[in-house]
């Protein structure tokens, strides 16, 4: 069995989760000439714009489950979700049989279903035996508009981390935006002391609290770089392509 490189989408809904492993997944292809597999583990997902040769919803569909079960949008979700990790083993042992070496994962529009329930940490444990595992969290560059925000992504990034027990990289995505505002971002994530800096001018227990989040974050090197990606152009893919690459062989750190 081919030892796989895999890659696990996260993020907020309307973040571009599905639209990045498409960009991604292609750019892969195109520019490096490997193969990409993709897995889909929305089951509210009816198209994607990529093939997915293993897909949940070949066994669990969020409209069934409404019909089935007489529940809500929210309740069959969660449901749903709750009904995929009966076909885990069949799931991880198909992607594990792809001769394909690149492995990208697009999990549900709703970020917690996967993050914060077992779905999420059994797929994970199941597929250390597969690869290495990376998680890109994806967010968009209007969650980002603020210090304190980026404070928030860098420290949903580490949380994640915490649950899934994976290398993460946060990527603001969506970045087609002024080049005022990129410049801004980019120094925010990438100069603790530029972000500090900007804390400066929130008053109050916000402020101080920050802060001291960016402190904890830097004395336990959860730093990273956090490149800017538009999966429309294309923009920053082989930035984010090169870090994933680092990892995989071991031969970098993020910081």
């Known amino acids: 069995m081919v030892r796989k490189s895999i890659i696990v989408m996260l993020g907020p809904a309307g973040s571009g989760k599905t639209s990045l492993v498409a960009s991604l997944g292609k750019w892969i292809e195109k520019k490096q000439l490997v193969p990409v597999l993709y897995v889909n583990l929305d089951p509210g997902a009816p198209y994607t714009p990529y093939a997915a040769e293993v897909n949940i919803r070949e066994y669990v569909k969020v409209e069934d489950v409404m019909a089935r079960e007489k529940l809500g949008p929210n309740g069959a979700l969660i449901r749903s979700i709750e009904l995929a990790r009966e076909y885990l083993p069949e799931i991880v042992e198909r992607i594990g049989r792809s001769p394909k070496p690149y492995v990208l994962v697009d999990t549900p529009g709703q970020m917690e279903l996967f993050l ?17 595992i990376i998680g890109v969290l994806i967010f968009d560059h209007l969650l980002a508009a603020r210090p304190q925000d980026v404070v928030s992504l860098r420290l949903l990034a580490t949380i994640v981390q915490l649950r899934l027990g994976v290398d993460v990289i946060p990527v603001i995505n969506k970045s087609d935006v002024s080049s005022e505002t990129r ?54 893919l082989e930035e984010l392509y090169d870090m994933l690459h680092e990892i995989f062989c071991a031969c970098g750190d993020l910081t």
């Open 116 to 132: 914060f329930r077992d779905l999420g940490v059994e797929f994970v444990e199941a597929m250390r035996r597969v690869g290495y």
């Open 183 to 236: 410049e801004r971002l980019s120094r925010a994530l990438s100069d603790s002391s530029s972000l500090l800096e900007e804390l400066k001018s929130e008053r109050g227990l916000l402020g101080e609290m920050s802060e001291k989040v960016v402190g904890v974050l830097d004395e336990y090197r959860f730093a990273t770089r956090v490149p800017l990606v538009s999966a429309l152009t294309w923009e920053g």
